[in-house]
């Protein structure tokens, strides 16, 4: 079987699932943590791979950038492949002092203004949220081998290049620890499927301080966020 944007075979997806937005990261992050991982699609050179963890099998596919590119493949993922944990890994935004650069912000809600699932709610703003035993499970494991990590609701947006400065400082104002493109979405579609859902960010650039991560450390900061994921998953 294969979808519109997936090539893979039935059983060549795993029920779990990490989701990195960029294909170029979950290619990295199978060979790095994965046993014998095996390209499972390159449609649009969107990388999905499956190998195993710890005995467990795990998929590493590539979602895009955007709310939009998410829902497509975690539409998929789930209808097609019957995928039942899906975990984002990706990066964020800080927007509180207290928040570092390399830090790991577990998404406990996502707010967002504008999301593929707007539509269906109309006139309600439901709030899609992480599933609880992954969240804590996740929580456990940061402190556990001592990443610094963040609970706490943050942002979902499609705009990268915001120019709503209100809107921003609103945000910080309520909370919000940071922001990103994709894990609203994601947990919207996880509630209407039933399924486990958690986005787990590494901070790679600060709102306020306007730090952010050199290119040749990304690779050795994220991999404590798929450290935690991998454990997390399998708790």
Known sequence: MMTVHIGAKVGDIAETVLLPGDPYRARW????????????????????????????RVTIHGTGMGMPSLSIYVNELIRDYDAKTLI?????????????????????????????????????????????????????????IGVPVHVGGIYSSDTFYDERKDLSEQM????????????????????????RALAILTISDHILTHEALPADQRETSFSDMVKVALEAAFA
């Open 88 to 144: 984002r890994i990706g990066s964020a935004g800080a927007l509180q002092t207290h928040i570092k650069v390399r830090d790991v912000v577990l998404a406990q809600a996502a707010t967002t203004n504008g999301s593929p699932s707007r539509s269906i709610f109309k006139e309600l703003n439901f709030a899609p949220c992480a599933d609880f035993g992954l969240l804590a499970a996740a929580h456990t494991v940061a402190l556990k």
């Open 172 to 195: 910080q104002r309520h909370g919000t620890l940071c922001v990103e493109m994709e894990a609203a979405e994601l947990y919207h579609l996880a509630a209407r499927y039933g399924r």
């Open 29 to 56: 992050a199978a060979q790095t943590f994965l046993e014998n991982p095996v390209l499972v699609n390159e449609v649009r050179g969107m990388l999905g791979y499956t190998g195993t963890y710890k005995g467990n």
